[in-house]
T-cell receptor, first 113, second 114 residues
Framework: NAGVTQTPKFRVLKTGQSMTLLCAQD?????MYWYRQDPGMGLRLIHY???????AKGEVPDGYNVSRLKKQNFLLGLESAAPSQTSVYFC????????????FGQGTRLTVV | AQSVTQLGSHVSVSEGALVLLRCNYS??????LFWYVQYPNQGLQLLLK??????LVKGINGFEAEFKKSETSFHLTKPSAHMSDAAEYFC????????????FGKGTTLSVSS
């Protein structure tokens, strides 16, 4: 049972380059989330999806786009990377019920130089 | 809007000592609260959750937390720290809005010395 899988695990980008982070879950969860983790800031919500074909903005959406074409996959895109987007990115999935836990991937460490 | 505040960004204890990590919540409705642990270079793992069934919640690895509505708190405790408990701990609350995302505190790093 893989749970939530993120690819890649590490990436270095130059300013202005683009990339896509992939999140895949095998638990048939409706809800999926993208967070970024920065020192002393905890985890902040970037975008989320409540089902296939739907996406919505979280707390810090600027500079990111997302897509949920298949229920099991949630993609996070950076169109033009900036040094401020250097962070660790986590994907999570959940059933959608408020009293259930979210399951997290292992994270993607992104450095923008 | 829901939020959580973790008091103390770093906590240091000796092996065998009591662990106390503090979390206070702000919510206009009864909250669903969670504690997660993150070991270095890993994802987040659920320690325990409060879902109104019982105010004292027991989790994995000997941790427990008590929900106190009068104090709006959900502090995490462990009677005797072990070296393997060294990690970062996050308190979280379910957002009572579309998407029901978890809203996290800023985290507390626990150091355990021998």
């Amino acid at each position: 049972n893989a749970g939530v899988t993120q690819t890649p695990k590490f990436r270095v980008l130059k300013t202005g380059q683009s990339m896509t982070l992939l999140c895949a879950q095998d638990m048939n969860h409706e809800y999926m989330y993208w967070y970024r983790q920065d020192p002393g800031m905890g985890l902040r919500l970037i975008h989320y999806s409540v089902g296939e074909g739907t996406t919505a903005k979280g707390e810090v959406p600027d500079g990111y786009n997302v897509s949920r074409l298949k229920k099991q996959n949630f993609l996070l895109g950076l169109e033009s990377a900036a040094p401020s987007q250097t962070s660790v990115y986590f994907c999570a999935s959940r059933t959608g019920l408020m009293n259930t836990e979210a399951f997290f991937g292992q994270g993607t460490r992104l450095t923008v130089v | 809007a829901q939020s959580v505040t973790q008091l103390g960004s770093h906590v240091s204890v000796s092996e065998g000592a009591l662990v106390l990590l503090r979390c206070n919540y702000s919510s206009s409705v009864p909250p669903y609260l969670f504690w997660y642990v993150q070991y270095p270079n890993q994802g987040l793992q659920l320690l325990l959750k409060y879902t109104s069934a019982a105010t004292l919640v027991k989790g994995i690895n000997g941790f427990e937390a008590e929900f106190k509505k009068s104090e709006t708190s959900f502090h995490l405790t462990k009677p005797s720290a072990h070296m393997s408990d060294a990690a970062e701990y996050f308190c979280a609350v379910t957002r009572n809005q579309a998407g029901t995302a978890l809203i996290f505190g800023k985290g507390t790093t626990l150091s355990v010395s021998s």
